[in-house]
């Protein structure tokens, strides 16, 4: 008798029977048998078996999902939605992002006036009871309890069933409905030059994204090859190498960004008009503002990669496999490139990975302080900058940004924790 | 140690001096100039401005002779923004202001970090971890401009019930007026030293000696603050140097959202006024700071852990 497989073709023994050999059962196997087997498990590569243990991390699938969402409505969106981020909507300036309908709009309008008018009567009147004409400070109150009058209107509302519709239009734009034409509405309302912050949204959105992901490349460019020479080589160069390091580590980064950005955008636009080349319109497709901060970042961040890479490096060049290919005389680029930098993947991903976000806060702290994209491109960073100066009266303005960006770097972040553990599950904790 | 301090130190002017070049240059690339503003002056004007202030020699005299002047402690005086104040003057009005905010940003985010890290650590696994985890990451992924500006339209916007807090930093206001600032500089240090607590208190207390100080008969708390807090604050305080750094360059957008008159908003201004002396007085004055702060965190860590042995720079 043969033994029984657990699994047609399994090399796996039938345990319970195990025992009842006979010698036929240590015969060779026939040729037959050899193409019928099956192995028990699928080989895995490393990538499979990460990508198997990051879909079991719901967390960061849910992160994934969520900067993939992002992507979609960084890129794709713009283009169905009919405005430009930089295009004026003459008549729709500073709309909110909800309405009323025009009905409602001439009832509310009937009984309180406008503001302008409102505030004349009450000040044409305080002028009658004075009989003089009234000082600025007194102006200035009447206005204010003009405007904090309005918040007896909510009853009104009540009464005759008004209720806020959701996006903004302007009046034209809700006649132009009316008309039976089909108006794009602004989502999320406009800002004060009448421009849709939707779009403005998706472009801020797209250039952080951008930045990020460029910024993490060019780090990981610098780093990976500094770090592999420095902890390759060792010895003397290497001792040189890491006080470089440990100089650009006590750099105070924020302000040599800061000066760095700003030194080198006019050098930028300098090169943009010198010529049509391929690298001249980039720059000018990108915004010299926009080069010169992933520079700056790429410049003064890869020092954490080239830390974490020597490291690496310096445990790997140890192994065998690294005297082995020194035996068959391959040469120092070759071994870093084909052997020592390949077996250090994981850590490079994750690193790269928790890079983008570090980019992406960078940037909008710049762009917050002004030194960061300039007008009329926007980030989210800027756009909340804009927003803080009319933040009581339009607080949705710095809002929406503000947790769009908290957002991205949250995905970002919990991704690239969710990449750790897949990728390397000994840093687990 | 000796020996370590003096190479400490050697390494520290070196990297002042690199700072200040660099700083130096980068500056110098930047076109425009002190001089320039609403009111264009006549070139004559200028010349002779350049002239008064030594801006007419070459870049790198310039930068010999401020180096010069550096070393007796001369950072020279402000060409426009507060004009021919001495700017060591400027940075002693407005350091303190920083600083005080810098400094109470970073003792909350200690004081409230490193505890809440050992509790998650002490409850892995039950909800009062993931709680506390999902809070720190959000914590860490909110630039604190954003925390900032919703403290601010939240805390001391238009509504009157919650309005507790003055919209615009002023020092005489007393305690008030430090809160949301400070709270809001600190959260992403807070979160950040949680964090880092946590997975270093969950490494301490898998050790042996953890088991050791179990099987002895000690009660909880003191396992977990004379046995494992000792040792899991080695990598938090690794961290802190940074940390500090990064905290008082942040405090640049919390100054911007609170008004708050402090050394970071000075900073950028000066840049966009192209105040040279301002702009290099400050910036070799952080790095200085910073540079100081990274030294006192290598000498904390002897004294959490007496193993380190500083001199051969075993980490």
């Known amino acids: ?429 | 140690m000796a020996k370590y301090t003096i190479k400490r130190l050697g390494m520290a002017f070196i990297t002042l001096l690199f700072v200040a070049c660099l700083t130096f240059l980068l500056m110098n690339s930047i076109p425009g100039s002190p001089w320039l503003s609403d009111k264009n002056p006549p070139q004559a004007t200028i010349d002779a401005l350049n002239e008064k202030y030594g801006l007419d020699k070459p870049v790198a005299v310039q930068l010999g002779k401020y180096l010069k002047n550096l070393a007796q402690g001369d950072m020279g005086v402000s060409l426009k923004m507060q004009k021919n104040r001495p700017v060591i003057e400027i940075i002693k009005d407005m350091f303190p202001v920083s600083a005080k905010i810098g400094f109470f940003a970073i003792l909350w985010a200690i004081v409230v970090g490193v505890p809440l890290g050992c509790i998650a650590a002490y409850n892995r696994g039950k909800w009062v971890d993931s709680f506390l985890r999902i809070i720190c990451t959000i914590g860490i992924s909110m630039p604190s401009f954003v925390v900032a500006s919703l403290l601010l339209t939240t805390f001391a916007g238009t509504n009157e019930a919650l309005r507790l807090f003055p919209t615009i930093f002023d020092a005489k206001l007393g305690v008030n007026t430090y809160i949301l600032p400070c709270f809001a500089l600190g959260l992403y240090p807070m979160c950040y030293t949680a964090r880092q607590a946590r997975s270093s208190m969950l490494d301490a207390l898998g050790q042996d000696y953890i088991k050791t100080a179990r099987a002895k008969g000690l009660k909880n708390p003191s396992i977990i603050f004379k046995h494992a807090l000792r040792n899991a604050l080695i990598p938090v305080i690794t961290y802190l140097g940074p940390q500090v750094a990064f905290t008082f360059c942040g405090g640049f957008v919390v100054e911007k959202v609170f008004s708050v008159p402090g050394l970071g908003r000075y900073f950028i201004q000066s840049i966009s006024n192209r105040d040279y002396p301002v702009i290099m007085g400050t910036t070799v004055f952080l790095a200085a700071f910073i540079i100081l702060m990274n030294f006192l965190v290598d000498v904390l860590y002897k004294v959490v852990d007496p193993r380190i042995n500083l001199a051969e720079g075993g980490k």
């Not at chain 1, 309008?109 to 002028?127: F, N, P, W």
């Not at chain 1, 004075?130 to 909510?154: M, R, Y």
């Not at chain 1, 734009?173 to 030059?193: A, Q, S, Y």
Request: hydrophobic share 45%; aromatic share 10%.
């Open chain 1, 1 to 429: 008798m043969t033994i029984k497989k657990a699994k047609f073709g399994s090399l796996q023994p039938d345990i319970e029977n195990l025992l009842d050999l006979t010698p036929e059962d240590f015969a060779p196997a026939t040729q037959e048998q050899k193409e019928g087997f099956i192995p028990d498990r699928e080989s895995t590569s490393y990538w499979k078996d990460a990508w198997r243990r990051l879909r079991q991390n719901k967390v960061s699938m849910a992160a994934l999902a969520v900067i993939i969402l992002l992507i979609l409505f960084a890129f794709i969106g713009p283009m169905f939605v009919p405005y430009g981020y930089d295009q004026f909507n003459r008549g729709a300036e500073n709309l909110y992002p909800w309405h009323y309908s025009l009905e409602d709009q001439a009832i509310l309008d009937g009984v309180l006036g406008s503001d302008d008018e409102r505030i004349e009567a009450a000040i044409a009147a305080a002028e009658k009871e004075k009989g003089s004409a009234l000082t600025s400070i007194e102006i200035a109150k009447i206005k204010a309890t003009a405007k904090a009058s309005k918040l007896d209107i909510d009853e009104f509302k009540k009464e005759h069933d008004i209720k806020l519709k959701p996006f903004g239009y302007s009046k034209s734009e809700l006649k132009r409905i009316e008309d039976g034409e089909k108006v794009f509405p602004h989502v999320c309302g406009t800002d004060k030059n009448g421009r849709d912050i939707m779009v403005r949204l998706m472009v801020g959105t797209r250039i952080s994204m951008l930045i990020g992901i460029c910024a993490a490349l060019l780090v990981l460019l610098i780093g990976a090859t500094y770090g592999s020479i420095s902890g390759f080589f060792g010895g003397k160069v290497d001792a040189v190498m890491q006080r470089f390091v440990e100089l650009i580590y006590s750099i105070p980064e924020m302000l040599v960004v800061l000066l760095l950005s700003t030194a080198l955008k006019p050098s930028l636009e300098n090169f943009q008009n010198s010529g049509s080349g391929f690298f001249q319109s980039l720059v000018g497709t990108l915004g010299p503002n926009l080069i010169s901060l992933f520079v700056a970042f790429g410049l003064l961040y890869w020092v954490t990669m080239a830390r974490i890479i020597r490291g690496q490096i310096l445990q790997l060049k140890e192994q065998e496999f690294v005297t082995a290919a020194k035996a068959l005389g391959a040469g120092s680029g070759r071994i870093i490139k084909r052997h020592l930098l390949p077996n250090c993947i994981g850590q490079i991903v994750v690193t790269t990975c928790l890079q983008i976000p570090a980019a992406i806060f960078l940037e909008s702290f710049m762009s917050f302080l002004g030194v960061g994209v300039s007008s009329p491109m926007t980030s989210l960073g800027s756009m909340a900058s804009d927003a803080l100066g009319g933040v009581q009266t339009y607080g949705y303005r710095l809002v929406i940004p503000a947790l769009l960006l908290s957002i991205m770097i949250l995905a970002f972040n919990l991704f690239g924790d969710g990449l750790r553990d897949a990728l390397d599950p000994r840093l687990k904790k």
